[in-house]
Every structure is written in structure tokens, then in C-alpha cells.
């Protein structure tokens, strides 16, 4: 029985916090400094996901030219600065990932 109020707490608490914005901000214009900074939110969040397996692909931080992670994560950096295409940025931090992996073996 607690496993399952545990699991109806958490979806409660979850579904609360995604609907009270969009319930209570509905309708209502948002200040130009709040909306700048909420169409950075995505691009923070994506690098905190990829940095620490970028720089502890261990579990220790790894900044060497033996870390291919963040060799193949630099490579895709550019790309997207250049092109700043998703797909072509995904694509090309894969494919350098997988061919800096066949050359060191």
C-alpha cells in the first residue's frame, strides 16, 4: 500500500507542478526579460545532461586527448555552431564518436 501512495504522491506532485504555470499564467502576457530567459531553459538543460558524461565518461574527469567523448562532443559543438541544425549536430557527434572509437580500438 505505501508503494502505491509513494507512486500516486509523485505523479500528484508531478502533474501539479507542470499544469499550475500553464493554469495560472494563461492569458497573461509574461515580461520580455522572463521570456528571454525561459527560451534558454532547453539549451541549459541539454547541457547538463551531456556535460558530465562529456567530462566523466569514468566517473572522474577526464580532459585528455584520451577522453573520446569529449573529442567527438567538440566536433559536434562546432557543427552546431556553424550549421545550428539538430539533426546534422547529432549526426556528426555520433558518426565522429564512432570513427575516433574504430581508430583507437
Known sequence: MRLWLAVLGMGAVTYV???APLLFLHGRRLPPGLLRALRLVPAAVLSALIAPELLQPGGAVELGWGNLRLLAGI?????????RNVFVTTVS???SLWVLQALVG
Open 93 to 95: 557527434g555520433l558518426a
Open 75 to 83: 566536433v559536434a559543438i562546432v557543427v552546431a555552431w556553424r550549421t
Open 17 to 19: 507542478t507542470r499544469a
